[in-house]
């Protein structure tokens, strides 16, 4: 979507509000709620009621498209197990291990169902913004019904009669995904249930009905018997994330794949007694299980350490686990190998790559050795290649699309795949407009989750390929926390040192009240992890965010605020002058303003795909107007184990670091400012002949900006003191121009330059455009001109109001002199700042 024209972020062209007394309480609506929204990418595919992080829902409980066997359905004979592959509802003969392709076309297929007769298979169908449900026969895939509401449908299942299929909905007027039924002659369908959260995965019995409930916090098993409309709990914990119940044939049992602190596990629970409950398997991560019709087996699906889904079964009694395998693959059509190069140059070495490849029916297409992921704003499966990659293909046009990085606008190439070819060619020539080496330049992502819930458990050595690909060359991903359970621990000392690229473990720390933290360069994890209201144990802990900040600190590390503020519901990009104060104050993390004042503070994560870049700049404005010397940084927060994930580096940091030697070269560049954050564009900034972080004198001065894109950009802009004070149009293609001018500077302050605005395509993963260079300084680092910085303070103070309003509402009076005394601690600063 194209951004609204950004106004000037400088304070003195808002209304100005009075010190501390931000607005009366009955104004502040939202800002004075315990826990703000946080903003994210565009939603894609219908929302869903009262679901804040629309992402975990999409990557949670939306089809998974794998190149191996998920989501196993056992025919009633026991003869043959039905399940999705690449895209497609697949059915293998046990006896012989040959799979036949049932569906066909664009859609993505997941999660079939078998009728009890056997003779139709349900299953989801995913176009990439909506998800509805199908019915087929089971012999031959031809189309016999279906449902299709405004919402999600999702995890059909036959009643156990065969005349209706129960199915998940957010059909209803409220959007919540709700249990359906629709009846099969008819297609008369009913809500079955209507409790607020997310409804999920029926399993009907002859006089019962299990399902998944999501909602309150806490992520449940539960069960409806008879005529109760009360469901009675089997199991609950909180962010269960990929755990799916199913019913026994005779309605006794559960199985339940369920996450620990150490791994994931394969459970049975007893249906009318759920006590403890009976391990069939730990370690590992089993997906999606399914019971054979005679009760004897549970089947699963799990990936092995290439990421590929494997089919793998157990017996109920227990025991050890079998492989299922499948011999052979039908696809009911004529298919070739088809290899990709891809190059800088016709005939050229062979370089890693981002691709998306697709069929003439407009279906992904994918390789089984590594996983795929999709891009939840264009809607494209992707997958990374070291530069030479082989598919199987079915006959036909087949479009290959390629880029590396950000620095590279898209290329496709339409090929014949022809069925007697041999091995088919597709070779994809690369065309960077920008060389961030050749320049002295290196990339940084500084937020990402290796492992977080997701169905695939990556090891760090899983990120080299995607972040060749991605052209980045240092990465930080942070260890955090799912709810009570603590990621990754083990992986906390591994390294990567012999780059690009470069990986060292960070770690993120989430007082999801007084705001997330990011911390890297740290030897030492900081504990705990968690606290503040909300949390059980630490819920009235008087801790503020300074102790992390200041153990990374001791530690030589570097820390920041991470996602720092939030759209909360408002369009991407919308001005300040067009916000309300209660949405922008309201959404800023609680100590941000405290942290930064007091000089706990590094830097303030300016890109990042959950939070809004020109409100956030607009924060960051304020500081450096008040002299205060925040450095920007920039990470995605992707959830680098899910399925439906934007690619790592798609929001990134470029340090001035010369060659790309080593982790202590690219953290001086980093923390002294060297550099500019970006979701796409590129800049290189000289003022006076000094670039981002260093300084220069005041007076007259001339100027040079050289911007690149992939794609496009609508305006670039030279601020000086948060003020525009020079504008000019940007790049209406791929490309690069040059700026020049003069400025006459003020005695204190700073100057920089960014780039906002525009459709944002591939090789971006964003809503809009953006990018913004560190600031050069005035006379020095942390320098201010009075006015400015008077103005600055005042508005600060009016965001440290509303922040203590909701400080006290959230802690509800408790008893919390240390957080109370850095806020007044930091009153006294800014109240200085103000009348100096």
Request: a negative charge.
């Amino acid at each position: 979507m194209r951004s609204h024209a950004v106004s000037s972020s400088s304070a003195s062209s808002r209304p100005r509000i009075p010190a501390f007394l931000p607005l009366g309480v009955a104004a502040l609506g939202l800002a004075l709620s315990p826990f703000s929204g946080a903003g994210q990418w565009t939603n894609r595919y219908p929302k869903v009621a009262g679901y804040g992080h629309h992402v975990y829902l999409e990557g949670y409980e939306l089809p998974t498209l794998t190149a191996g066997p998920i989501d196993p359905a056992l025919s009633p004979d026991g003869e043959r197990v039905a399940f999705a592959s690449h895209g497609w509802i697949w059915v293998m003969d046990l006896a012989s291990g040959v799979a036949r392709r049932l569906t066909r076309g664009g859609g993505i297929d997941a999660r079939p169902a078998w009728s009890p007769d056997g003779e139709l298979i349900a299953f989801v169908r995913d176009d990439t913004e909506d998800t509805e449900i199908i019915w087929v026969a089971a012999n031959g895939g031809a189309e016999l019904g279906r449902v299709d509401s405004p919402g999600l449908e999702l995890d059909p299942a036959f009643s156990n009669d065969g005349t209706k299929l129960f199915y998940s909905s957010a059909e209803s007027e409220t959007r919540a995904l709700d249990l359906w039924a629709v009846d099969i002659e008819s297609g008369d369908r009913r809500p079955v249930t209507d409790a607020p959260g997310l409804e999920l995965k029926p399993q009907p019995g002859e006089r019962a009905l299990v399902y998944l409930w999501k909602g309150g916090g806490r992520d449940r098993v539960v069960v409806r018997s008879g005529d109760s409309t009360e469901p009675r709990t089997l199991i609950e914990g909180s962010i269960a994330s990929m755990a799916r119940p199913a019913l026994s044939p005779d309605g006794s049992t559960v199985a339940v794949n369920w996450p620990t602190q150490e791994g994931w596990e394969l459970r049975l629970l007893n249906v009318a007694d759920p006590g403890p409950s009976i391990l069939l398997a730990s370690g590992g991560l089993p997906l999606t299980p399914a019971w054979g019709p005679s009760g004897e087996w549970v089947y699963f699906a799990e990936a092995d350490g290439g990421e590929r889904l494997n089919l793998k079964r157990v017996r109920a009694a227990g025991g050890s686990v079998e492989a299922v395998e499948v011999t052979a693959w039908d696809w009911g059509a004529a298919t070739a190998n088809l290899r990709i190069r891809t190059v800088t140059e016709e005939g050229g070495a062979p370089v890693a790559a981002r691709l998306a490849v697709v069929d003439g029916a407009g279906h992904p297409l994918v390789p089984d050795g590594t996983a795929s992921r999709f891009d939840g704003q264009s809607g494209r499966v992707f997958f990374y290649s070291p530069g030479v990659i082989e598919l199987i293909v079915p006959v036909g046009e087949v479009t290959v699309s390629a880029v590396q990085g950000l620095a590279t606008p898209e290329s496709s190439e339409t090929v014949q795949v022809a069925a007697a070819s041999g091995v088919a060619e597709a070779e994809v020539v690369l065309s960077p407009v920008w060389d961030a080496r050749a320049g002295g330049w290196s990339s940084g992502e500084h937020h990402f989750h290796l492992n977080y819930g997701g169905p695939y458990d990556l090891s760090p050595d899983d990120l080299m390929p995607m972040m060749r690909g991605e052209a980045l060359d240092f990465a930080t991903p942070l260890l955090a926390n799912l709810h009570n359970r603590f990621e990754d621990q083990d992986l906390w000392t591994w390294r990567h040192s012999g780059g690009p690229p470069f990986v060292r473990f960070g770690q993120e720390v989430r007082s999801h009240f007084l705001g997330h933290l990011g911390l890297i360069g740290i030897d030492d994890l900081f504990w705990p992890w968690v606290w503040g209201p909300g949390y059980q144990v630490y819920g009235s802990d008087d801790r503020a965010n300074a102790e992390p900040l200041r153990h990374a600190r001791a530690q030589g590390g570097f820390q920041y605020y991470v996602h720092p503020v939030s759209t909360r519901g408002m369009p991407r990009a919308t001005p300040w002058a067009e916000a309300s104060i209660a949405d922008l104050y309201g959404s800023v993390p609680i100590e941000l303003v405290p942290d930064a004042v007091l000089g706990d503070l590094d830097a303030l994560e300016i890109v990042c795909l959950w939070s809004d870049e020109v409100l956030t700049s607009q924060i960051w404005h304020l500081l450096l107007n008040a002299g205060i010397p925040i450095v920007p940084s920039a990470g995605t927060d992707v959830m680098n184990n899910f399925y439906r994930t934007m690619a790592i580096g798609t929001a990134r940091v470029y340090a001035q670091t010369g060659a790309v030697e080593n982790w202590s070269t690219y953290m001086d560049a980093l923390r002294s400012g060297r550099s500019f954050v970006t979701n796409g564009p590129f800049l290189e900034f000289s003022v006076g002949g000094a670039g981002p972080g260093r300084t220069v004198s005041g007076g007259e001065v001339v100027w040079s900006l050289d911007i690149a894109t992939a794609t496009e950009v609508d305006r670039v802009e030279v601020l000086v003191n948060g003020e525009v004070a020079w504008s000019g149009e940007g790049l209406d293609g791929p490309g690069s121009r040059r700026f020049e001018g003069a400025l006459t500077l003020p005695e204190g302050g700073w100057v920089a330059a960014r780039a906002v605005g525009g459709p944002a395509r591939w090789p971006m993963m964003a809503n809009y455009p953006f990018a913004h260079t560190a600031p050069v300084w005035i006379g020095s680092v942390g320098s201010s001109d009075p006015a400015v910085r008077r103005a600055a303070a005042a508005e600060l103070l009016a965001i440290l109001g509303v922040a203590r309003l909701r400080l006290t509402a959230g802690y509800s009076g408790a008893d919390i002199p240390n957080l109370v005394g850095r806020f007044d601690a930091a009153r006294e600063r800014l109240e200085a700042l103000a009348a100096r």
